[in-house]
């Protein structure tokens, strides 16, 4: 697959189990985007040189849209021989939940993950933290699924 693919992959992905991008929770965009991760390389993204990485992110934002508690799943793509950003690109899964003082209280974070064969490792910690377990199973506000450069 080329990066710029990656959505329109992902998308097939979640209608094949059933699912629209729209109706997911948390915990079914990021098994959908682990499976994606797991399932289906990069074209000329290797792996050893990061260049397909997936990334879980979370916190409390107001990026200009107004404030939210988002958690986030990225795939980032770097193609080999680029210059600086120039074949950097990003599909990023982002859900968004209304501001509370207990989505407050969870200090934003992040994780890397840079091979499939750390996948698993990823995953547990992705879904022991106490941001995936407050929210996985919740119907955000919205959600985003958008590819872009960096």
């Given at each position: 697959m080329k990066p710029n693919s990656s959505?329109?992959?992902l998308e097939?992905?979640?209608?094949?189990?059933?699912?629209t991008v729209t109706a997911l929770?948390?915990?079914?965009?990021?098994?959908h985007?682990?499976?994606?991760?797991?399932?289906v390389r990069a074209?000329?993204?290797?792996l050893d040189a990061d260049g397909d990485m997936l990334l879980f992110q979370w916190g409390t934002f107001d990026w200009g849209q107004g404030r939210f508690f988002q958690c986030n799943i990225t795939r980032q793509f770097i193609s080999a021989?680029?210059?600086?950003?120039?074949?950097?690109?990003?599909?990023?899964?982002?859900?968004?939940?209304?501001p509370s003082a207990a989505y407050d209280a969870l200090k934003a974070g992040n994780r890397w993950c840079n091979s499939p064969s750390a996948l698993a490792e990823f995953e547990a910690f992705a879904t022991g933290t106490e941001a995936f377990r407050s929210v996985a199973h919740t119907k955000p506000a919205k959600l985003s699924?958008?590819?872009?450069?960096v």
């Open positions: 959505k329109r992959e097939q992905i979640i209608q094949r189990s059933g699912s929770t948390l915990a079914e965009g990021l098994r985007m682990l499976t994606f991760y797991q399932n074209e000329n993204c290797p021989n680029s210059a600086g950003d120039e074949g950097m690109s990003q599909l990023s899964l982002t859900f968004y939940y209304a699924l958008q590819l872009g450069g």
